[in-house]
């Protein structure tokens, strides 16, 4: 398997696989929210989304499961990016967690977080997240 890295804002994160996670809670709903995707050639695949709850604008989908009271759905839906809105006012941002280590990203006000997987001009820049 080759490495995959994300473009994440100006910076750029290798990995060793090529899953990583998204968690966060919800600004309005603080409903903890999970998603695991997958750098899929220059695309994003979602391949799992978890939910402790649900709240307006985030219900469950029909074919979504309990378990261990949370929400859970199978993925599928592939993305060229994704762009994170970081308004600052949620008292917190995401946690990006790849190859076993989590960073906490957007926690701050600012311009949208775009992620997505690297070009080939970017995946040859050593670079990394800042901690």
């Known amino acids: 398997m080759s490495a995959a890295c994300l473009a994440i804002g100006a910076a750029v994160l290798a990995l060793a696989q090529p899953s990583f996670t998204l968690d966060w809670t919800h600004s309005v709903e603080r409903v903890a929210w999970v998603e695991t995707w997958t750098v899929d050639g220059g695309a994003l695949r ?7 709850g649900s709240g307006a604008g985030m219900e469950p989908g029909p074919e979504a499961r309990l378990r261990d009271g949370w929400w859970v759905s199978d993925g599928g839906q592939r993305v060229p990016e994704l762009l994170l809105a970081a308004s600052g006012a949620t008292g917190a941002g995401w946690r990006l967690c790849a190859d076993g280590t989590c960073r906490e990203i957007g926690e ?9 997987p690297c070009d080939d001009t970017r995946s040859a820049r050593p670079a990394t997240v800042p901690e």
């Open 46 to 52: 979602l391949d799992r989304s978890a939910l402790r």
């Open 108 to 116: 701050t006000r600012g311009a949208p977080i775009r992620i997505a």
